[in-house]
């Protein structure tokens, strides 16, 4: 799985609902194909490989008020942040693509697998539950950003894509919630694959996923439910929170326990977009995907609580003193410090008029907000191009969802805690009982308090788009300006507060909810309609 088989399969002129494929560059047809197992495995890789990638993965960050890209980078993620964007954008367009020929793949093997001959059964149908997942998680993906969409599990023509119509948001996920309950069987728990196949779907990436499906939907008790066929238990996989949280994104340290789905790399499939978020003196590359002042202020401080909240000892002259551990393993900021690619360490200075002046806000290459992301920094990578994988769901985010679902029921009581944010704080390094221990509340609080550890676990994991929007507060942390560090005098833009304003952003309600639905596809097929205020 870390050398994912890239291969082009055609029964008849395959369509995308973007475009025609390109053309045949192999030996393969209807006859020569589907000869045995290892022509099946060989497909299901195919619809692997289009499961995500880390442009998605990152840039998506930059999509909520944690992350900012300088530029039209990550196909112009900016401009939908700032609501200045229209059916043609680059991200609307291709992920509409991306996703579909996904589907397009997982159709070919859901459609052809019958055709192998005297295959195992039980391989037979783990193939097909591969598949199967990866073509659900695609539809997830399509719902939640565009609603209604066109929905097929056959192999269309091309006179059928150009005359679909949109099936609602509500049928897709019910739809995506039925094929994740028909397929959890046919996996195998993780403890069950050989190192050759470590990073396939498993029993407990689907459960962990049909979790995160019903959280999206605000089907509390059927999360809850999901969530206790994980924690604590081991027939549907061995899962457990790492010693140290910085190691879970290490690269000598990949396929540890708290994975459950992660995107593979390796071999001849890498990436080099952390040369997009680190400082510029440690890639060689201008720094343009950067975290936001909004995030760092909502890591709370070592006492557990908010930096605005009486009693919390923030200190303005030293803001990065005795704060969340994990601020510091998710962001470099002035005066952190890192081991380059070389193996040396550097100190990052980011206030105007540092000396050396490379990394600070007033280097035109140079993070705007001053501050740079440090969470899946591959040190080991080879000119730049890491194989790190990229984690889709891990236990943490398992524990996280538990703990909101109780909290909704009104059921987070002490053991609820001590089991997801206790575990969570102190793996992190938490050791004030301000911190750690339960706090007797309100639901209301807890609830801001379960979110904002959601946003400090989870925090450049491409998570928090999806939350502020499932939330319905992406109109309120949206629709105000990106801000960047807090400095005295100089040419910029700033606050009140003296802090950096970046950029003005805009989000209308409920306009901006949904993406529109691309021109492109909708030159292509009148059909389709358009959402709302589109």
Known sequence: MKRLLIILISATTLYSCRKLDQPITREYTEEAYWRDANDAIAAVNSCYENMSNDGYFFGSEALSDNAYVNGTGFDNVTAIADGAYDPSNARVTNEWSYRYTCIRKCNIVTTNIDKVPNMDSTLKR????????????????????????????????????????????????NFVQTELAAIRNDLPVNTAYADQDRGR??????????????????EWQAVVDDCEQLINRTDNGTYSLQANYRNVFSINNEYNSEVILD?????????????????????LLRSVLVPTQDLVDDYVMLNGKGITESGSGYNESTPYNNRDPRFNATILHDGSTITDFNGTVQTILTQPGSNPATNSVDDQGASPT????????????????????????RYAEVLLMYAEAKNELGQLD???WNTTVRALRVRAGFND??????????????RTIVRRERRAELAFEGIRPFDIRRWKIADQVLAKPVRGIKVSGGAFNKDANGYIIVENRLFNNPKHYLWPVPTFERDQNSNLGQNQGW
């Open 201 to 218: 779907i498993t029993r407990g990436a689907v459960i962990a996923f049909s979790a995160r499906v019903h959280l999206y939907k605000g």
């Open 433 to 446: 009982a301000g911190a750690t221990e339960y706090p007797t509340t309100t639901a209301d609080q807890l």
């Open 414 to 416: 002490a053991n609820v």
């Open 263 to 283: 995107l593979q790399y390796g071999g001849g499939r890498t990436y080099a977009t952390q040369r997009s978020f680190l400082p510029q003196t440690v890639a």
């Open 126 to 173: 783990r193939i097909l539950a591969e598949a199967r997942f990866i073509r659900a998680y695609s539809y997830f993906q399509l719902a939640d950003w565009y609603g209604d969409v066109p929905f097929y599990t056959n192999l269309i023509t091309i006179s059928e894509a150009k005359t679909i119509g949109r099936t609602p948001k509500a049928d897709i996920l």
């Open 370 to 393: 001053g501050y740079y992301f440090y969470k899946y920094y591959d040190p080991t990578a080879s000119n730049y191009n890491s194989s790190l994988n990229l984690i889709m769901i």
